[in-house]
């Protein structure tokens, strides 16, 4: 029978490694989004620009590697599930635009039902599993990135790209561009966290597998 105990911790070199690999992500995201800002490479903050079609490649490489957890190990299948659909729904959203300029007006809220709810209807059916699962995995650093990731993505950014506090902020001067970098620049470094929560769980299944594999005769 599989352990359930904490997963092996992250041994020294390979946690300084990580984090100096994951310090060169951020750097090189933000010097990205500072071109933009120069129009360098593309309108600041359009549809089409740096920090927008970043958010969508982040978010296909997070769900990827969720659903690669979920293929990986049963023991996360519910939690990785429910991973799936939150971050293809998000996915999603971000194209809204396109979705509506070239499917029809409305075409993002559809495909997220769809995708959604079936998600939902899995995971509500097996909760006592899914809790289970979550439990495994809550004291461990992927969890605690996802955290970090999804109250920036979900709940700081919006808040923080108000018009309202930005126009409290910057009175006469006021312009929406200033709103949407905010926005957008705390959603990108959101996303971040999620793809490398996202790696970091699948490094944890794989220390798991290993694990059990050591431990079978």
Known sequence: MPSTSPPDRIGFPALCLRGLAYILLVGALMQGVLHEALGVTSEQFAEIGFTELTQSLLLTIATALALA???LDHRLRHVA???VGLLGASLIREQDALLDAHVF???WQTLVSLLVLPVLFVVIRSR???VAELERCAGSFAFGLFAAGFLTTYVFSRL???SELWQAILGEHYLRTFKDAAEEITELFGYTLLVLAMFEL???????RRRADIATP
């Open 202 to 208: 699948l490094l944890l299944v794989r220390r798991w």
């Open 128 to 130: 006592r599993a899914f």
């Open 105 to 107: 007006d409305g075409a």
């Open 81 to 83: 599930l429910l991973l």
């Open 69 to 71: 957890v979920r293929l």
């Open 160 to 162: 923080y790209g108000r």
